[in-house]
């Protein structure tokens, strides 16, 4: 039997997975999305020959539905699709902070509910997907969450209270690497380097570093060290970001991710 998949909320999130989809073997007349304005529904079919459709048309005729809202528009639409969620259908929420009850309080008894955090990799099918299960989820459904997102990059299973810390240290982290790249450039220029020439030079090393990481089965300790000669050039830099506590600051940072995502889990979007 063939399986429909609904996207609903395509943003770019929604639409990289779409893409993925498709490109792993989704067939775009089983794939439908919704949109809140109605010439993004008409582009997402032009573009890939998708069906738009609306929350409730989706909530009716797909067997899962992938919800890509924003986490302070996640309420809303819960109580638009509740009349016409049937209990068999599985939900899937890409919302951070929101927990599986949320959505199991809101739909029929017995609905199953995963939840998964991704990132902006998606992008260039490089994304790091946490999928987790809420009460009804069963091995069936966790394996159709991991093929959906396995489309667009790596998925990873872990129990829902680690969702938090993921959320914290993947869904957050792309943009603390942005952020990385960005002071590394400005450096660059500081010691007379074009910009064009810096930010070459930082994204081929992130790119080869990660790589590395990715590949060897070293831990980071060791490839750092094999960089780093007595009295050099790599240990003087050490020195100092130690002496700044950069260490530290990363890891504040990623308790404030975490402490956030768990605001939004209680309602607070302040």
């Not at 304005?37 to 738009?52: F, I």
């Not at 590949?215 to 050490?238: F, M, Y």
């Amino acid at each position: 039997m063939t399986q429909k998949v609904a996207v609903l909320g395509t943003g770019k999130i929604g639409e990289a997975l779409l893409s993925g989809m498709i490109r792993a073997g989704w067939a775009p007349a089983d794939l439908l999305v919704t949109a809140r304005r109605a010439e993004r529904a008409e582009e997402l079919r032009t573009r890939y020959g998708v069906t738009p459709v609306t929350n409730a048309e989706a909530a009716k005729t797909a067997d899962t539905l992938i919800l890509t809202v924003k986490p302070q528009d996640m309420a809303a639409l819960l109580d638009e699709l509740a009349p016409h969620t049937p209990a068999d259908r599985l939900v899937i929420s890409g919302a951070a902070g929101i927990p599986t009850s949320f959505f199991e309080e809101r739909l029929a008894a017995g609905t199953p509910v995963v939840r998964v955090m991704t990132n902006t990799p998606a992008l260039v099918d490089e994304a790091m997907s946490v999928i987790s299960a809420g009460s009804h989820a069963s091995e069936a459904d966790l394996a159709h969450a991991d093929e959906i997102f396995g489309a667009v990059g790596k998925t990873l299973r872990v129990p829902e209270s680690q969702q938090d810390a993921c959320t914290a240290l993947s869904g957050s982290g792309p943009a603390y690497f942005f952020y990385l790249v960005e002071a590394m450039t400005d450096a660059g220029i500081l010691l007379g380097l074009p910009r064009d020439k810096a930010h070459d030079l930082i994204v081929q090393s992130a790119i080869g570093a990660a790589t590395m990481l990715r590949d060897s089965g070293e831990h980071p300790v060791k490839l750092r060290e094999n960089v780093t000669s007595p009295a050099g050039t790599t240990i003087s830099a050490i020195r100092e970001l130690e002496n700044h506590g950069v260490r530290a600051a990363l890891i504040a940072a990623l308790e404030a991710a975490r402490d956030r995502s768990r605001e939004l889990a209680s309602g607070n979007n302040n």
